[in-house]
């Protein structure tokens, strides 16, 4: 019963992790922040894609998980920066670490997208096996 609270944990503790970058635009702000504090301005600029509304929302959503900080000036007109909390530091290297198991595995996950994909309905290829003797 241990066993299966480990893993229940694990999963838990995975779904948690996932949901943290689940957002594409949280993915592209981490990017953006990582060199240091950037005004509102400057993060819709580099996200030309993504309306206010949405940008407003990411980073709320951000800075409740505490991954970006917002810092407001008392100058007019208003000033506001965003950056990376220590949390949102500590997500950088995992981060990086996955997309370098993403790229080092693409051509490889393509590859296995077009075999599945040109299989018939119904019917899955076998995978195949990169060693063990073959009968």
Do not use: F
Request: charged share 30%; hydrophobic share 35%; proline share 6%.
């Amino acid at each position: 019963m241990t066993k299966l609270v480990s893993i229940r944990e694990s999963a838990l503790q995975s779904k948690y992790a996932i949901e943290l970058v689940s957002n594409k635009w949280r993915i592209a702000i981490l990017h953006l922040l990582t060199p240091g504090p950037l005004r509102t301005g400057e993060l819709q600029r580099g996200l030309e894609e993504i309306s206010s509304k949405m940008l407003t929302q990411t980073l709320r959503g951000m800075e409740r998980d505490r991954l970006v900080q917002r810092k407001i000036y008392g100058v007019v007109p208003p000033r506001v920066e965003y950056e990376l909390t220590e949390m949102g530091r500590t997500l950088l290297k995992p981060w990086q670490e996955l997309c370098h198991w993403a790229k080092a595995h693409v051509e490889e996950r393509d590859a296995a997208r077009r075999l599945y994909d040109a299989a018939a309905p119904g019917t899955l290829p076998r995978p195949r096996s990169n060693g063990g003797a073959r009968r």
